[in-house]
């Protein structure tokens, strides 16, 4: 398998940032996988999946590996539910959409989600309610160093906030070629209870909403508030909601009573990074090609050449002001490199 060279990467990440891979492999093979990584031993190397999740601030000196592995089996099946294998450089929002056409339910409040199904274990991606350790069965991965082949249940994995053990203890250690799912045939449960879903659902008079017609308001709600990457270039929110503690919530309520939250626990309290980033000054505003989306403060938009740099020092600018106001620190979501 040939590798090539000086390539831009700006096709291959949501932000549109046009920094250039020394080395270039484009896998669509396990086969090919293990070939290259044993080929590329003590080498540290640069995994690529659909890069919807990075900000890249520089050349990247090590072997790039686009995993372009694609496929959509299913594993089993009864009257009520179907388990599906998915590989992981499946498209996510073609695979909500497959799962929508098979009448499989599990995924459809989270249509649009940019980015492959190999990489949304690693952040536990969600939006409005779900998350995807809730239809998540199994996945596979290689070792890089061994090219050993591992099955990680659910327990395995280690799911939180935007969070799994992917990107703790086993950081960088693995490449998951497939993700399993376990999706209801029949008596779907859905999950309408956020605020912007039901809205949706009542504005257009639908009161016994189907998967279909979930997918649909999800995707009329993300298309109206966050910007489509292959528009203006973003990888979703830049920042994570800070979870505070009792103490920090407690004065952050008194100070600023009309702040939305959400209770995580009697001790524990996240703050929409949004909110606190417009309150901030922010939302709209553009440095040159860097700026913060107009409609949702929590991401951060590449207008056409911004270099990964200025969005960074972007990044930096807001997380200083909104320490500086509310006392509370936001971290980036996003994998900065
Ligand atoms: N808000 C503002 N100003 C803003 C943005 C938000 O005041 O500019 C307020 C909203 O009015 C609302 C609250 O903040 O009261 C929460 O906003 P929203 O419902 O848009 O959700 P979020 O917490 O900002 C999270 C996820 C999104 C996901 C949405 C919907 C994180 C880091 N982000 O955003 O995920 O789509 O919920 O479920 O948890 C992503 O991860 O890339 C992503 C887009």
Not at 145 to 163: D, H
Not at 168 to 178: A, C, D, E, F, R
Request: charge should be negative; charged fraction near 20%; glycine fraction near 8%.
């Amino acid at each position: 398998m040939h590798a090539a060279h000086n390539v831009s990467l700006k096709p291959y990440n949501t932000f549109s940032i046009d920094v250039a891979a020394e080395t270039f492999y484009h896998i669509t093979t396990e086969e090919d996988l293990i070939t290259i990584l044993a080929a590329q031993k003590d080498q540290e190397l640069f995994i690529l999946g659909g890069g919807s999740n990075m900000l890249l601030t520089k050349d990247i000196e090590q072997p790039v590996l686009h995993l372009d592995l694609k496929g959509i089996y299913i594993i089993s099946e009864t009257e009520k539910d179907v388990t599906l294998k998915v590989s992981a450089g499946e498209n996510w929002h073609d695979f909500v959409i497959y799962c929508i056409n098979n009448n499989y339910g599990g995924l459809e409040n989270m249509a649009l989600i940019p980015g492959n199904v190999g990489t949304a274990p690693i952040q536990n991606i969600g939006a409005y309610g779900v998350e995807l350790k809730d239809s998540f069965y199994s996945c596979t991965a290689t070792h890089i160093q061994t090219q050993e082949t591992r099955t990680f249940s659910k327990v395995a994995c280690e799911f939180g906030y935007r969070n799994s053990i992917f990107k703790n203890q086993l950081k960088g250690q693995y490449i998951i070629t497939s993700v399993s799912f376990c999706l209801t045939k029949k008596d779907h449960v859905l999950r309408t209870e956020y605020g912007a879903i039901k809205q949706e659902l009542e504005t257009n008079k639908i009161d016994n909403p189907s998967i279909k017609d979930i997918s649909e308001a999800v995707i009329a709600i993300r298309q109206s508030k966050l910007p489509d990457p292959k528009e203006l270039g973003n990888s979703g929110s830049f920042f994570k909601n800070p979870v505070v503690d009792l103490a920090i919530f407690t004065t952050f309520q008194k100070n600023y009573p009309q702040a939305p939250f959400y209770k995580i626990s009697d001790l524990e309290h996240k703050i929409p990074a949004g909110w606190l980033i417009e309150q901030a000054g922010f939302k709209g505003k553009r440095y040159g090609d860097a700026g913060v989306h107009k409609n949702q403060a929590l991401v951060l938009v590449n207008y056409g050449n911004a270099t990964g740099k200025e969005i960074w020092a972007l990044a930096m600018k807001i997380q200083q002001a909104v320490l500086d106001k509310f006392g509370i620190t936001i971290e980036a979501e996003v994998n900065v490199f």
